[in-house]
């Protein structure tokens, strides 16, 4: 039972992303080395991915792998960049990293390492806006 259980929330956290990033099976297939009918089984819980295959898939998606295998309810760790994104336009705040001179030239690490420290700041700034409450 408990296997269909983490079937089910590996599947569920699999499509919110895909939805998220706007990509098909096919397209994170080819992304981390494996065959559509594998993602599509993940899919279908019909079978459940190797650990090395869990953290590519987090890899991919710049999460931790938390948010692939455990209700995102329930993941403790911080907030990932298009969770605090969502919070900000929630307050009216937009973030377009395209607006940023020269984003689209940067090499993906370049892209990751310029998330983090816009995330790190986004929390700061939300920290001490929660402070003030």
Avoid: C, H
Avoid at 5 to 14: M, T, V
Avoid at 78 to 92: A, M, R
Wanted: aromatic letters at 8%.
């Amino acid at each position: 039972m408990e296997s269909e259980s983490a079937r089910k929330i590996l599947s569920a956290n699999l499509q919110k992303l895909m939805n998220q990033k706007n990509i098909d099976q096919q397209e994170l297939a080819e992304a981390i080395n494996v065959s559509q009918p594998t993602v599509s089984n993940w899919i279908n819980e019909t079978k459940y991915p190797r650990i090395k295959r869990i953290q590519e898939i987090a890899d991919y998606f710049g999460v931790p792998k938390s948010k692939i295998t455990e209700p995102w309810n329930t993941v403790t760790n911080k907030n990932n960049s298009l969770d605090i994104v969502k919070n900000l336009e929630s307050q009216g705040i937009i973030i377009n990293f395209s607006d940023f001179e020269g984003f689209d030239k940067l090499s993906d690490e370049e892209k990751i390492d310029f998330q983090k420290r816009i995330e790190e700041a986004v929390q700061f700034e939300l920290f001490k806006r929660n402070q003030g409450k």
